[in-house]
């Protein structure tokens, strides 16, 4: 059973950064493509950035291209998202999760980012 723990959230400033980290335990990461989610109050959970098992690809949502970078440490069993430019919109809780499969792993708790503007 896949536990994912997604951390590093907060309370920024609008313009300021953030690292986000994703932890799993009871599987190894390695082999699936990764992406990170995020869903703010009342709306529906959103696809943000992705990345490839060996990490040589990812793909961004429009609203985070160029701001955000995803990157895994396979050695180390995590996923990592850095946020800069952070804007009052980007205020959401963040998941970790597989990305482009048919169903996801249980989805943790998520971490909280809010933005003030």
């Known amino acids: 059973q896949v536990q994912l723990a997604a951390s590093g959230g907060g309370l920024v400033q609008a313009g300021g950064s953030l690292r986000l980290s994703c932890a799993a335990s009871g599987r190894t990461l390695r082999s699936y493509d990764m992406g990170w989610f995020r869903q703010a109050p009342g709306k529906e959970r959103e696809f943000v950035a992705g990345?490839?098992?060996?990490?040589?690809?990812?793909t961004y949502a429009d609203p985070v291209k160029g701001r955000f970078t995803i990157s895994r440490d396979n050695a180390k069993n995590t996923m990592y998202l850095q946020m800069n430019s952070l804007k009052p919109e980007d205020t959401a809780v963040y998941y970790c999760n597989r990305q482009g499969y048919s169903d996801y792993w249980s989805w943790g708790q998520g971490t909280q980012v809010t933005v003030s503007s």
């Open positions: 990345i490839g098992w060996g990490g040589g690809s990812s």
